[in-house]
């Protein structure tokens, strides 16, 4: 072959490696384990350049680690249950267990001629029986253990899907995928004790070195530790008091009234008999109460005509009004107003005109507020007014300490330690799920599921016809003969739970399944025991709080029922999250001026300009017009700039087409060296061109001297040894040159893939190939370069990197090879260039022996053309040498 074919060339090896099965992970004694693993994809169908990226980053350290020595695990499998697929059922008329395994089987298709080093005997899916039945187990033992538990709870209902949605699940109070109107309903729902657990996921995250500081911060916002109190206000009704839960009691003589939760116990009752308050509520459970939302929505209340004593001024009485931004889930439900110093509370008082008095000031600043509240970091000195315990200039924090105890000594609050982290509810009203394994009877109530009826497989049809996904609502619901059972504990007939377990759980633990993925248990110890922690863990930021963290609480949860070793508590020794892969929008518009989006296949760039390569039809078969009559091949497209890629908007690169144009290694190439991997990277066609052609480059050198070493050129007989022994001798610079050059590069590049400089580690390949192609060096240490540098490139461009090690006679395969060793004496540079300064103004540099002697210095300085031309004449008055830094020359 006499040209770079990628297509041949990446076929073969990916069959080479199959066969000699390198990537099978094993335990070994010999070696060092180390695990892999990237947050694994939804079967969509098709993969994307998102999948490239992410699967590269994970390949290029697996390969790098299995050349350094160490026995490499780096699995492979997806995450399948979920709304999507039951949607995707319905739209189409397909079983979401067909469609799914459908996708799986298109998506591995696609992903292996990435040529990524995937274990791919560990393959499972999420959806797998052997996989669920396994989740039901460890949902037993949770139960057990009391991690699970049953309540009945306040939940975002979406009436169209027909489900339970979380939080983030609700987008501006509309179901993210049907678009309809959340409501609040209260169900019987399955909950996880993560809350109980609060403080050490807490504390430990300061155990995570080698995670990114901005997850840990989201993580510690999440969980959202705060020192406050609960302070009961005493109603002048005589009726209960309302006890408040509040992390600013410093700023408590500016409370002007009572905010209670319109799922309020108070709010409940007052609205069996108060039909605007009732309506009230019931407009409020429409709302999105994710906490950005909460943000942004409009402050809205209603006053109960209920009125609170002050605390601490009795002679002062607060209104108690149902705000539609406090939480029943956050402390009680209930908090006391300081328009002052919340800018929430100054919105809320302004529009309905309640009192607004100060509890401090800043220093020298006594004002009143306005229209923004003074809210000081609680690192900032204030001055507090008259504040009931005494203090007065102190830091906001040190107002909150004292108040707190104050109250305390007076019997007139208690401090509290609160986390926002509440408990994860699992139950979805919804058929593609790992079903919850127990029963309801009569007689007994709720029972678990006896471990040997595992698994509860989910019902492929309904009692021999088609389940239909067209009716709305869960499908298990209506399905009697999977409904109905016995009861475990009386045989008596029975219920099954029809609720299926959020997504979230499946992923929360396939880490550790990827250990022994046919293990007859959740984990093997054994195997658990040798392969865990995961060493590197690669994703996306969007998982950097609830993934992460419903991980951290299974491993706990796993390690307590006894499937993981207590080292696993943690099960993440290092996390990396890589940015997205965006491209530009092309865009026309149809008759009626709406947006039209065309693949970038579609669209051919000129000078700058986008234009379609051909007419544009509609299902008829009708050329489609702009909205001025033009053809829309006529028309130039809109480029708009580059932004996640996004199937609705059309701006996907399908990798596919890629690799069948340029193949594999071009597109992990692409993506590992245009930007810093936890950036942005912006894929251009131009981008990928060059990208081929420089590989195209390195295959024609490597080529070249395979030819040298048939034609019988002498010196491509010397070893290794002889040829270093020469550079000792000092016989040829120029082969010093190189030699020296490539163990730069070595040191360059393994600096650069052990810490995640995949970037700049290639800019070093790049430098490096390019001395390497202009060197008169002799041929034997052109060929050793050439070996070397396919080493270098093996992580990122596997398939190249073994064709290149095959021409040139490397032993065995270049992913079985040992990584190459940096000859530290090669680093030392012998030489050192010299500024030479006359005056202090820079005239002239040179390069000498880094040992040469001050003298000898002085005198090549002074013949100088440059210094002698600013002497003049003149006699130096001295020469100062500072070694290996710089010459000073004074006239």
């Known amino acids: 072959m006499s040209r770079y074919s990628a297509?041949?060339?990446?076929?073969?090896?990916?069959?080479?490696?199959?066969?000699?099965?390198?990537?099978?992970?094993?335990?070994?004694?010999?070696?060092?384990?180390?695990?892999?693993?990237?947050?694994?994809?939804?079967?969509?169908?098709?993969?994307?350049?998102?999948?490239?990226?992410?699967?590269?980053?994970?390949?290029?350290?697996?390969?790098?680690?299995?050349?350094?020595?160490?026995?490499?695990l780096h699995p492979f499998g997806f995450d399948a249950f979920g709304l999507a697929a039951e949607n995707a059922a319905m739209d189409r008329g397909i079983h979401p267990n067909d469609w799914t395994y459908a996708n799986i089987a298109d998506m591995v298709e696609q992903m292996k001629p990435l040529g990524s080093s995937l274990d791919w005997e560990r393959m499972f899916n999420t959806c797998d029986v052997e996989y669920y039945g396994q989740q039901q187990a460890l949902f037993l033992d949770f139960l057990e253990k009391g991690l699970v538990y049953r309540k009945n709870a306040v939940v975002n209902w979406?009436?169209?899907?027909?489900?339970?949605?979380?939080?983030?699940?609700?987008?501006?109070?509309?179901?993210?995928?049907?678009?309809?109107?959340?409501?609040?309903?209260?169900?019987?729902?399955?909950?996880?004790?993560?809350?109980?657990?609060?403080?050490?996921?807490?504390?430990?995250?300061?155990?995570?070195?080698?995670?990114?500081?901005?997850?840990?911060?989201?993580?510690?916002?999440?969980?959202?530790?705060?020192?406050?109190?609960?302070?009961?206000?005493?109603?002048t009704d005589g009726g209960d008091a309302i006890v408040?839960?509040?992390?600013?009691?410093?700023?408590?003589?500016?409370?002007?009234?009572?905010?209670?939760?319109?799922?309020?116990?108070?709010?409940?009752?007052?609205?069996?008999?108060?039909?605007?308050?009732?309506?009230?509520?019931?407009?409020?459970?429409?709302?999105?109460?994710?906490?950005?939302?909460?943000?942004?929505?409009?402050?809205?209340?209603?006053?109960?005509?209920?009125?609170?004593?002050?605390?601490?001024?009795?002679d002062r009485d607060l209104p108690v009004w149902v705000g539609n931004f406090v939480l029943m889930d956050y402390g009680t439900g209930a908090v006391f107003g300081c328009p002052a110093h919340d800018q929430r509370d100054l919105d809320f008082a302004r529009k309905y005109d309640l009192d607004v008095r100060n509890a401090f000031y800043m220093p020298g600043q006594e004002v009143e507020v306005e229209n923004e509240a003074l809210v000081p970091a609680k690192t900032e000195q204030v001055v507090f007014i008259d504040h009931f315990a005494g203090i007065a200039d102190c830091t906001s924090q040190e107002g909150i300490?004292?108040?707190?105890?104050?109250?305390?000594?007076?019997?007139?609050?208690?401090?509290?330690?609160?986390?926002?982290?509440?408990?994860?509810?699992?139950?979805?009203?919804?058929?593609?799920g790992c079903p919850i394994p127990v029963v309801h009877c009569d007689a007994c109530g709720v029972v678990p599921e006896k471990k040997e009826n595992l698994?509860?497989?989910?019902?492929?049809?309904?009692?021999?016809?088609?389940?239909?996904?067209?009716?709305?609502?869960?499908?298990?619901?209506?399905?009697?003969?999977?409904?109905?059972?016995?009861?475990?504990?009386?045989?008596?007939?029975?219920?099954?739970?029809?609720?299926?377990?959020?997504?979230?759980?499946?992923?929360?633990?396939?880490?550790?399944?990827?250990?022994?993925?046919?293990?007859?248990?959740?984990?093997?110890?054994?195997?658990?025991?040798?392969?865990?922690?995961?060493?590197?863990?690669?994703?996306?930021?969007?998982?950097?709080?609830?993934?992460?963290?419903?991980?951290?609480?299974?491993?706990?949860?796993?390690?307590?029922?006894?499937?993981?070793?207590?080292?696993?508590?943690?099960?993440?020794?290092?996390?990396?999250?890589?940015?997205?892969?965006?491209?530009?929008?092309?865009q026309t518009r149809d008759g009626n001026g709406r947006p039209v989006y065309h693949l970038p296949e579609d669209v051919e760039l000129r000078e700058g300009k986008a234009f379609l390569r051909r007419e544009l039809r509609d299902e008829s078969g009708n050329i489609l017009f702009d909205s001025i009559g033009q053809s829309l091949t006529a028309s130039e497209v809109e480029i708009i700039p580059s932004a996640k890629m996004s199937k609705s908007k059309k701006n996907v690169v399908d990798p596919v087409n890629i690799i069948e144009a340029f193949g594999a290694d071009t597109a992990r190439w692409f993506v590992l060296s245009d930007s810093p991997p936890e950036r942005?990277?912006?894929?251009?066609?131009?981008?990928?061109?060059?990208?081929?052609?420089?590989?195209?480059?390195?295959?024609?050198?490597?080529?070249?001297?395979?030819?040298?070493?048939?034609?019988?050129?002498?010196?491509?007989?010397?070893?290794?040894?002889?040829?270093?022994?020469?550079?000792?001798?000092?016989?040829?610079?120029?082969?010093?040159?190189?030699?020296?050059?490539?163990?730069?590069?070595?040191?360059?590049?393994?600096?650069?893939?052990?810490?995640?400089?995949?970037?700049?580690?290639?800019?070093?390949?790049?430098?490096?190939?390019?001395q390497l192609s202009k060197s008169k060096a002799a041929a034997s240490v052109q060929w050793q370069a050439m070996q070397v540098l396919a080493q270098l490139m093996s992580p990122m461009t596997p398939h190249l990197s073994e064709e290149i090690w095959s021409m040139l006679g490397g032993d065995g395969l270049v992913a079985q090879a040992p990584w190459p060793q940096v000859d530290e004496s090669m680093l030392v540079e012998d030489t050192v260039t010299l500024p030479i300064q006359v005056n202090g103004k820079r005239r002239a540099e040179i390069s000498v022996p880094k040992?040469?002697?001050?003298?000898?210095?002085?005198k090549i300085v002074l013949t100088q053309d440059a210094v002698i031309r600013a002497l003049e004449g003149a006699t130096p008055k001295k020469v100062i040498v500072v070694p290996g830094r710089i010459v000073n020359v004074v006239i």
């Open 7 to 72: 297509a041949e060339i990446e076929k073969n090896w990916q069959e080479a490696w199959d066969k000699a099965g390198i990537f099978r992970a094993q335990r070994s004694k010999d070696k060092p384990k180390y695990y892999v693993l990237e947050m694994f994809p939804y079967p969509s169908g098709r993969i994307h350049m998102g999948h490239v990226r992410n699967y590269t980053l994970g390949d290029v350290i697996a390969r790098y680690k299995r050349a350094t020595g160490h026995n490499v």
């Open 158 to 235: 979406d009436p169209v899907d027909m489900t339970v949605l979380a939080n983030e699940q609700v987008i501006d109070g509309k179901g993210w995928r049907s678009g309809a109107d959340v409501e609040k309903r209260e169900l019987t729902q399955w909950f996880f004790k993560i809350s109980d657990f609060s403080e050490e996921l807490l504390e430990a995250l300061d155990t995570l070195e080698d995670w990114p500081a901005k997850v840990r911060l989201m993580q510690e916002n999440w969980i959202g530790k705060s020192r406050g109190i609960e302070i009961p206000f005493e109603r």
């Open 244 to 314: 408040c839960y509040s992390t600013r009691p410093d700023t408590m003589r500016g409370a002007s009234f009572i905010a209670i939760s319109p799922e309020h116990p108070l709010s409940r009752e007052l609205a069996e008999s108060n039909a605007e308050l009732a309506a009230f509520i019931a407009e409020t459970r429409k709302m999105d109460t994710t906490e950005a939302a909460m943000e942004k929505a409009e402050k809205k209340g209603l006053d109960t005509g209920i009125t609170v004593k002050h605390p601490v001024y009795p």
């Open 401 to 432: 300490d004292a108040t707190i105890d104050w109250f305390e000594a007076k019997g007139l609050g208690t401090g509290q330690v609160k986390y926002r982290l509440r408990d994860w509810g699992l139950s979805r009203q919804r058929y593609w």
């Open 455 to 586: 698994p509860v497989e989910l019902p492929y049809d309904e009692d021999g016809a088609p389940i239909d996904f067209s009716i709305p609502g869960n499908p298990l619901d209506r399905h009697p003969s999977w409904r109905n059972c016995t009861c475990p504990a009386c045989g008596k007939p029975a219920q099954r739970e029809t609720d299926t377990m959020d997504t979230f759980v499946d992923s929360s633990w396939y880490f550790a399944r990827f250990t022994a993925p046919h293990a007859k248990a959740p984990t093997d110890m054994a195997e658990a025991e040798y392969w865990m922690n995961v060493d590197q863990y690669i994703g996306g930021i969007e998982h950097a709080i609830l993934h992460l963290l419903y991980s951290r609480f299974f491993a706990r949860a796993m390690q307590i029922c006894g499937h993981l070793p207590e080292k696993a508590i943690e099960p993440f020794d290092a996390l990396f999250t890589q940015g997205m892969v965006t491209h530009e929008i092309y």
């Open 680 to 770: 942005d990277v912006e894929w251009t066609a131009a981008g990928a061109e060059a990208a081929h052609k420089f590989l195209g480059r390195v295959w024609r050198k490597a080529y070249e001297l395979s030819q040298m070493k048939a034609d019988g050129v002498a010196d491509l007989d010397q070893s290794l040894q002889e040829i270093m022994d020469s550079y000792q001798l000092g016989i040829n610079a120029l082969d010093d040159e190189l030699m020296r050059a490539m163990h730069k590069t070595i040191d360059e590049v393994t600096k650069g893939v052990e810490s995640f400089g995949f970037n700049a580690a290639i800019a070093k390949i790049y430098g490096f190939f390019n």
């Open 851 to 858: 040992d040469m002697d001050k003298a000898e210095v002085e």
